[in-house]
């Protein structure tokens, strides 16, 4: 979604680079493309202005022009500024001291609430809550079935007692819902409210009156992150009508703008509490504004990452692969293999995965055109082999890659392509166990050993005087040579490590 804004400020940036001061002009173009590029992207007029002031403002002042590099430090003011403006520090969930947490979700028809309250109902489970969905959308045709199919797709209780379709007390239901969810011991109830196409009186009145019957502990104001300026101005008719506490962006992954984004928490003074990229259940987490303005700066979002992984792969397996690993290549199979693809498919859309990885956005147009089909493609190439093929798979000759194309729905090729990725893995996987990374010459177990054994063959055909005195001479100038060479621990000359190094006192008591 914010593709054309990372790549419009990308280009500011890099013209910023290499100065070694910048000078008003430069402040003032600088500005001047942020400001096109934020309209671009449909940020409301109001929220540009504010922004632009604020970098220009800190832009010009001692903490640039006394800067080492004044580049980066621009880059810094617009990414804490771009923060500032996404609300600033995350907005997690306030829960009732004595259950159930009441959630209540608002906002127009077709901004996805519904499939929102199964994401947020799957999200809350996966954070050990029991939550409890309410159908009470009882003027949509079919909403209350669609909430019934998506609750038992995240695997939650629904709560819905009346049919729908203009059939129900919809403020009935919501207040029944909280006994219900009393009895049955769930701790959080997530209402889905009704919406309409346009802001309405009828609409307001009614989520009004299911507040006040339910008296939830956060109203959600669910936006279509698509709608452009039209979502600031939705947000503020609710704000004023209903009133909310937060916002949940969906849509995310859509290839709009994104403007509503960036102007919606400044406008309403409403934090964003959680972002929906995807239409999948698992695409859905809470929105971090310093993770997203580093996303939007092309400085990827590592933490996310990172915390996807460890929620996917298991401590224990990792240990046990490391484990296998570090006893040697051969000890990795394609059983081994087979089942770290499928851990990584797990985390999600693999383009996705890579665009989360800093400087990913230059090649993004390779990201973009990545088959997400290639892995299924691998597993079924795996899984076409015999055991002792994926255990040793030197073992497969000509026919045997024919058996297992046929069986893959394959060619060939493919089939030795991957035995051949396989050993590379492999064999990198190794080395990086052992505490090394390939190419770095020098280093124990690393690429560039080539250029040393070439050099310790030079060194080692190097002809001796036949003299007994020269040679004596030679070979005590060589051994000075090479301690000369090799230095010490803290990278100084063997013979002067060590002198005028007097340690601590406090440090002196463990020497014994």
Known sequence: MFDTLSDRLAATFKNLRGKGRLSEADIDATAREIRIALLEADVALPVVRAFIKQVKERASGAEVSQALNPAQQVIKIVNDELVGILGGETRRLRFAKQPPTVIMLAGLQGAGKTTLAGKLGRWLASQGHT??????????P?????????????????YAPEPGNGVGDPV???????????????????????????????????????RDAVRPDEILFVVDAMIGQDAVNTAEAFRDGVGFDGVVLSKLDGD?????????????????????????????DAFHPDRMASRILGMGDVLSLIEKAEQTFSQAEAQKMAEKLAKGPKEFTLDDFLQQMEQVRKMGSISKLLGMLPGMGQIKDQINNLDERDVDRTAAIIKS????????PMIINGSRRAR???????????????VERFFEARKMMSRMAQGGIPGMPGMPGLGGGARQKKQQKK????????????RAEQEKADAARREQQAGGAFGMPAAQEGQNFELPDEFKKFMG
Request: no cysteine; proline share 2%; net charge neutral.
């Open 131 to 140: 939550p409890l969905l309410v159908a009470a959308d009882l003027q949509r």
């Open 142 to 158: 079919n909403a209350v079935n669609q909430l019934q199919v998506v609750a038992e797709r995240a695997g939650v209780a629904v």
């Open 172 to 210: 009935q239901v919501a207040k029944d819902s909280l006994e219900h969810a009393r009895t049955k011991q769930y701790d959080v109830v997530v209402v889905d409210t009704a919406g309409r196409l346009g802001i309405d009186a009828e609409m307001m009145q009614q989520a009004a009156d299911i």
């Open 256 to 284: 709009a703008r994104g403007g509503a984004a960036l102007s919606i928490a400044h406008v309403t003074g409403r934090q964003i509490m959680f972002a929906s990229n995807g239409e999948k259940l698992d695409d859905f």
């Open 385 to 392: 082999m015999t055991p002792g093929e994926r255990q040793d």
């Open 404 to 418: 297992i194309a046929r069986g893959s729905g394959v060619d060939v090729s493919a089939v030795k392509s991957l």
């Open 459 to 470: 060194a080692k055909g190097k002809r001796q005087s036949g003299n007994p005195l020269k």
